[in-house]
């Protein structure tokens, strides 16, 4: 998923930012830049830790559980996930899931 300024997220979260800090005009031999995002910038990172306190949040689970082959399943209903949707894929193993569900299609407060 690319990302980029503007990007869709929730009006509380800070937006997605990219700072150049080095650039080779400027002589540097590589072009470097600094992100600045929400946990919510494209996928909600975040969503195992609001569902208990058995599950670990981002800074114990690591950055590099984010990283890596992953199954994307497409959510039709726009008010729930349904077992249905989910069972679709149960015979396979996978080491990560991402939900994709269409901010677009979701209620904004």
Known sequence: MPLYPGMD???EDSPFQLEPVANKKDGDKVPAFRTSMSSHAG??????????????????????????PTKVIE?????S?????????????YDRILLKHGIRLWPIP
């Open 9 to 11: 997220q929730r009006p």
């Open 81 to 93: 996930v349904k077992a249905e949707e989910l069972n679709k894929h149960r015979s396979y193993s």
């Open 75 to 79: 959510i039709q209903d726009r008010n």
């Open 43 to 68: 996928t909600d990172i975040d969503a195992p830790v609001k569902y208990g306190n058995s599950f670990q949040d981002n800074e114990q689970t690591g950055f590099s559980a984010t990283i890596g």
